[in-house]
């Protein structure tokens, strides 16, 4: 146990504390002309279109329009650093041929504003946009399937991500640190958010999964970096008061909403495991819906939830002694256990029912 906590602290301390490449001294070069690099992309030997690869020497503005075409060609791809570093872009517009923005196209752009994807971008690669500190829009493209692992990583600056409903995966820490972030629409059609996705995002008021939705990483939407351990939950600042975990999840992994201050949880109907500390140090969580899916829920599960008074389980008493429970630290254990009637009960005792999709004790 000691170990797995000391991963788990290591490995969010590591994330927070990430340290990329330096992005060294500017050079002041004369502007000649708005023009940029291309490099070709050819198939079975015939150029089919091209790579973006950035300004071209010696020159650089503070609006970045990327074109649709070179040479008569498709621009499809914003190639790997192409931007990387430049201080003195304020926007990005990408033109709708561009399919793919490459790993750190655009990381450490400090002054870098708003970015409006194309209509046929279907990836952001990782940390295309990491580091932008200024950031404050982005407007994704319709068609977008990926955002990379560290894509968005570090935007202090942005405060609302609107998904579009082509999106399907969201990547590891791909908007961790994003502190200012007080907004994340997830729409149907999503299928994974991945470890840590939205970690250190403090201001996130609700966090909604579609039911899409089919896995979640590991501290999904973490606060806080390095105290993951057991530290009272009053040291944790963020706005979280709402969450709607998707119906076909299997697992609710470690740490996933350690530390929230959500007042009640709806487990999804598939749910399985319930992991290690998922709702660890959730001070304010007075009830839980727990579905007859759920055959296991690990140790610390719930650990320090001691407003947790209420158990709401969708079976019955004899189902609810077969769920093997974690022994250390979960409070779910000694909340009161209310199981579900459709009808009113003919003898006494705990027993629920929804009312408006709501629990209502009989």
């Known amino acids: 146990m000691k170990l797995k906590i000391f991963a788990a602290v290591s490995a969010l301390a590591m994330i927070f504390a990430l340290s990329f490449t330096a992005c060294g001294e500017r050079k002041e070069t004369p502007i000649i002309e708005f023009d940029y690099k ?18 071209a020497d010696g020159v650089s503005y503070s609006e970045a329009v990327i074109p649709d075409s070179h040479n008569g060609k498709p621009v499809t791809v914003i190639s790997e650093k192409a931007f990387y570093c430049n201080s003195e872009i304020v926007s990005v517009r990408v033109s709708d041929s561009v399919k793919t923005v490459g790993k750190e196209a655009f990381y450490g752009c400090e002054n870098l504003k708003s970015v409006t994807l194309g209509k046929e971008t279907v990836s952001v690669g990782e940390l295309s946009f990491a580091d932008c500190p200024a950031l404050e829009t982005v407007n994704f493209g319709e068609k977008l399937k990926t955002i990379e692992s560290y894509a968005f990583s570090q935007c202090v600056g942005l405060s609302s991500a609107v998904f579009p409903s082509a999106l399907e995966s969201i990547g590891e820490c791909a908007f961790v640190g994003c502190e200012n972030l007080e907004r994340a629409v997830l ?35 973490m606060f806080e970096a390095g105290s993951v351990g057991f530290v009272p939950p009053g040291d944790s600042s963020n706005n ?63 650990y320090k939830c001691e407003s947790l008074s209420s158990v709401y389980y969708e079976g019955t008493a004899e189902e609810w002694a077969k769920i093997s429970i974690g022994k250390n630290g979960n409070d779910v254990s000694t909340a009161d256990k209310f199981f579900y009637s459709e009808t009113r009960p003919e003898t006494d005792g705990n027993y629920w029912r929804y009312v408006d999709g709501v629990p209502v004790k009989w």
């Open 187 to 221: 729409n149907d059609g999503l299928k994974t958010i991945s470890d840590c996705a939205f970690g250190g995002c403090k201001l996130l008021k609700e966090f909604i999964m579609p039911d899409s939705v089919a896995s979640i990483g590991w501290g999904v939407i």
């Open 38 to 55: 291309f490099t070709n992309i050819e198939e079975n030997g015939e150029t089919v279109g091209y790579k973006l690869d950035g300004f």
């Open 240 to 302: 979280l008061t709402k969450i709607v975990i998707s119906d076909n999840i299997t697992e609710i992994p470690d740490f996933a909403f350690s530390k929230s201050n959500i007042a009640s949880a709806r487990i999804g109907k598939k749910v399985r495991t319930i992991r290690y500390s998922s709702f660890y140090g959730c001070g304010l969580l007075e009830n839980v819906i727990i579905p007859v899916s759920v055959a296991k829920i690990e140790s610390y599960a719930f």
